[in-house]
């Protein structure tokens, strides 16, 4: 039996104070290790809050400080630790989510989708690929808060002779409040059509532009069930487990799969201004 204990982190971020929040993030996170986890799940820019100005707060990739905290805490915890960071590779900004393995390697996926009523696509630039991850056993899709938004990108799209691409999916963010409820059905309706279990991090607070942020951090099992769904507004570290026979057991029950339908992609035209 496979299953994979997932900690969701839902924190007050405080705004483009990076050492701070990951001072704040550390002893939220206290003794918490692989004795109890695999997986840590911070929000969206948990070092920044969710900030437009990339210019002055991205990190370095290489030399980015938030990027090796997170290498630090996956390595003296055991486990894998995740959130995503603004950074600046190669004369481009992106909001990337960093997934630090604990034997000190890293794998990135770059936000596709950016939320254009905040000017994100004039200030990052649109991740080009999919990341799907596999840990003990559970293969996870990474996506990053708009992507929410975009069934498409997000549905299964398995190689030839598999029926499923991912068995989980993950979303971290900075969802404000005032869009609550899209959210939380959103997190919902992408476990319900893509047979998958859904891993949800917001944050709580309000950040530097008044923006006010319930958290509404959820765990969704295969079915759109809440594993996890605490009160709104609230910081809290909280572990579930994820059973991927359990998974497994409810598509080879309810197949919905065999009547999916083929479709690809096209490259988007809009490409991103001024990223």
């Not at 996956?74 to 900004?93: F, K």
């Not at 009547?259 to 988007?268: C, G, K, V, Y």
Request: some cysteine; hydrophobic content about 40%; aromatic content about 10%.
């Amino acid at each position: 039996m496979s299953q994979l204990r997932t900690t969701l982190v839902q924190a007050n971020q405080r705004w483009e104070d990076p050492a701070e929040n990951r001072r704040l993030l550390e002893e939220m996170l206290g003794d918490l290790n692989s004795d109890s986890t695999d997986l840590i799940v911070l929000p969206e820019m948990f070092a920044t809050g969710f900030t437009m100005n990339s210019r002055a707060m991205a990190e370095p990739m290489a030399e980015s400080a938030t990027v090796a905290w997170l290498v630090e805490q996956a390595q003296e915890r055991g486990c894998v630790v995740t959130g995503s960071v603004a950074v600046v590779e190669d004369g481009n900004y992106y909001n990337r989510l960093v997934w630090a393995w604990p034997d000190g390697s890293l794998t990135c996926y770059d936000k596709r989708h950016l939320f254009r009523m905040a000017g994100e696509h004039k200030r990052y630039a649109m991740g080009e690929s999919r990341e799907v991850v596999t840990l003990k056993g559970f293969r996870i899709l990474l996506t990053v808060c708009y992507d929410l938004r975009f069934p498409v990108w997000l549905r299964q799209r398995p190689a030839a002779g598999e029926h499923f691409e991912y068995d989980a999916m993950l979303c971290v963010a900075n969802w404000p409040a005032a869009r609550r409820h899209p959210w939380r059905v959103l997190l919902q309706a992408r476990a319900v059509e893509n047979l998958c279990p859904v891993i949800g991090v917001n944050r709580v607070g309000e950040d530097a532009n008044g923006m006010a942020y319930s958290g509404d951090s959820m765990l969704v099992d295969v079915k759109g069930e809440a594993l996890i769904d605490e009160p709104r507004d609230q910081p809290f570290v909280r572990t579930g487990v994820l059973d991927l026979d359990e998974v497994r057991a409810f598509r080879e029950k309810f197949p919905a799969w065999q009547d999916a339908d083929r479709f690809s992609i096209l490259e988007r035209a809009d490409q991103q201004e001024g990223a």
